[in-house]
């Protein structure tokens, strides 16, 4: 038999479960910086170019980022995150989110920072369109989560193969296998490494169309800042010929 006064404590228990307010939503941050390849290349130091590299160059870069101290004039500033339709976040394994974007550029602001309010262990979608073709190839980045920045530069990925924090796709594939049911399960999740809190989809286009880069971040359980620097460069077939003709494409 229970007794009285155990039936009691249980009954209180449940309902101060039953009228208990819900967790509070713990603020994230998202930084990222779209500049010239060859700026990018110029902090780094010997060793920092290999792929998943840390050290004192990538550190200055970010910093330099973070004090205004970068130069203005190799920022791009037609290619800035937004946060994904509810579709595509809900294809990626994610939730839809309402952000405060800021852009960079203005005084000694050089990030480009979405802040929104959500729950550890969610998933966002970030998505960042150039508004022009030129320069069109994402060919290299370097972000932080979890750790010290990165330098990756985007290779393709199959499934089966290990898992990487930065992967090149092509845009058609991803757009054909969007709505598919088991999209994330089959096809991101078993590239994509997310052990740091963000990685990037390089969603590569083909011909004159400037390439996209998909950022997913996974909330901590601590309020968080999460980076991306984007390191764009002409394609081959962007490259103007002499004098005053008309652009010259060469096929590769």
């Not at 780094?44 to 101290?69: F, H, M, Q, V, Y």
């Not at 994330?184 to 990685?199: C, E, H, N, S, Y």
């Amino acid at each position: 038999m229970i007794r009285p006064h155990r039936v009691i404590a249980l009954a209180s228990v449940a309902l101060l479960a039953l009228g208990a307010p819900p967790a509070a939503a713990v603020e994230y941050r998202l930084q990222v910086a779209s500049v010239l390849d060859e700026a990018f290349t110029s902090y780094l130091k010997r060793g920092e170019i290999n792929d998943g590299a840390t050290g004192p160059g990538l550190e200055r870069l970010e910093a330099s980022l973070d004090s205004g101290a970068f130069p203005k004039a190799v920022l791009l500033y037609d290619r800035h995150p937004q946060p994904a339709p509810e579709s595509m976040a809900r294809a990626y394994g994610g939730v839809p989110v309402r952000a405060d974007v800021t852009t960079g550029g203005d005084g000694k602001e050089r990030w480009d920072e979405a802040r929104w309010q959500g729950a550890p262990g969610e998933r966002t979608v970030w998505v960042v369109r150039c508004q022009s073709r030129r320069p069109g190839y994402l060919y290299r980045l370097a972000i932080r989560g979890r750790g010290p920045i990165r330098h990756f530069l985007p290779y393709g990925a199959t499934s089966g193969s290990y898992k990487l924090p930065v992967v090149r796709m092509p845009v058609d594939y991803l757009f054909a296998h969007q709505e598919d049911a088991d999209f994330w399960g089959k096809r991101i999740d078993p590239v994509l490494d997310l052990t740091a809190g963000v990685a990037v989809i390089a969603a590569a286009r083909g011909g004159i169309d400037a390439d996209e880069a998909y950022i997913i971040v996974t909330h901590g359980a601590e309020p968080a800042t999460y980076k991306a620097v984007f390191g764009w460069r002409e394609r081959y077939n962007e490259q103007e010929s002499p004098g005053r003709r008309f652009l010259r494409l060469r096929l590769r």
